[in-house]
């Protein structure tokens, strides 16, 4: 996967179809002299990086030269660009048919086609980004909140990235003590003091905790926050649905046990995605289909951050609302909202914790959307957030070694083993920055790229 970095790479950077416009990249360390090839209006070899270019661009195989396309052309010297490399990004017209030929030239006289994600690569090999601001990159193009998007932002600009660099450090300087006291094993000495190690490695240890934690959030961010919107039949769950999306999305009915497939949509509200879902009624029933449709409601409330928890106040009192809840055996995570629909029918005095609605006639759902935004920012207002899965495996699998390291410290085993056991930790916390990466690390990440990144 790691391909020639000596190879000279292309490719389109905007999406296929028609436009007014679209980028050809090209980079690499002939970037300059082939596209100087095919480019009348200034020779480019000549000129100076950081700069812009009117043009041309020709088929020098045609006995006419045949003009493809005028264009725009932004020139990067070495190191001062994207990859570190000489690049050149030639701004066409939008159209396939000039793109492909433009392409075709750049092949014909020396470029290779770019694999998914091979400048971004090139970016992380050349020392531009470290791993994990490679991956904001896909995270940025990715995001479609405000949230997501600061969060990608965030780290495409160092996030925690420095704060995992400065542990390793640290823990770095413990280990080099650890191995030294081997060379001087004879003599028994202990350069690395125990007790400032152990300090050491508390430390390290509260901070992973606090960032596996974060996850929970980082991926609510980033995928949307669970939200689940259960109750008994009937209750108007799926019309809460309906009224929340503005569309007509769930099938409603005067008949209970209506819904029994698990109905998802996005809603977007006060800059926060929410994923949200209508699940099948609660109660007991004999019909195998809706039986499986209320075990897989259960699994959806189980994973919400947010369940909506609707009840008919004709029918059911809000005590008997949260002794249903609490039948459900949430997670401490879960924040529930109890929610009385059907108010325009009766009107009834509730709790002020409860949100009285009528979903048929939009009663007071502008409430109920504050309060979805309001706990969306208690949810999501860690500082430093992980969202990234393979960050938070390597960060568990960064905790299990320092945790071995402490019993092994507490139970004065040989330093030797300790020092193992810190050189795994370091392992996997350069995982996440890439001061440690194998092939297959790279592979993964880079080929969920699109080609052109
Ligand atoms: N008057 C009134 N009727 C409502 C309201 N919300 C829902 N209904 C009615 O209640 C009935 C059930 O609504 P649904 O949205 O299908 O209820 P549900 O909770 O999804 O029901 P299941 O899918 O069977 O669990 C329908 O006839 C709705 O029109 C409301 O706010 N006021
Ligand atoms: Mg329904």
Redesign the pocket.
Known sequence: MVKNLEDTITAIATPPGRASMSVIRVSGKEAIPIVNRIFKGKNLELAAGHSLYYGRIVDPNTESMETIDTVMLALYRAPRSFTREDVVEISCHGNPYILNRVIELLIHYGCRLAEPGEFTMRAFLNGRLDLAQAEAVADLIAANSSVSHKLAIHQLRGGYSKDLHQLRLKLLNFASLLELELDFSEEDVEFANRQELLELIKGILAEIDSLILSFRAGNAIKNGIPTVIA????????????ALLNESR??????????RDIIEDRLFLGGYEFRLT?T??LRQTFDPIEEEGIRRSHEKIIASSILLY?FDPQIDTFAQAQSEVENLKLPSTTQVVYVA?????YPVALPSSVIS?????G?NLPLLKNELVKIAQNLLQTDTVISNQRHLEALKRCHQSLIAAQKGIEQSISSELVAIDIRHALHHLGEITGEVTTEDILENIFSKFCIGK
């Open positions: 109750g008994k039949p009937n209750v108007g769950k799926s019309t809460l649905l309906n769930a099938i409603v009915s005067a008949i209970p046990g209506t819904t209508d099948a009624g609707v629909n059907k108010i325009d029918l609605i009528s979903a048929l006639i009663t």
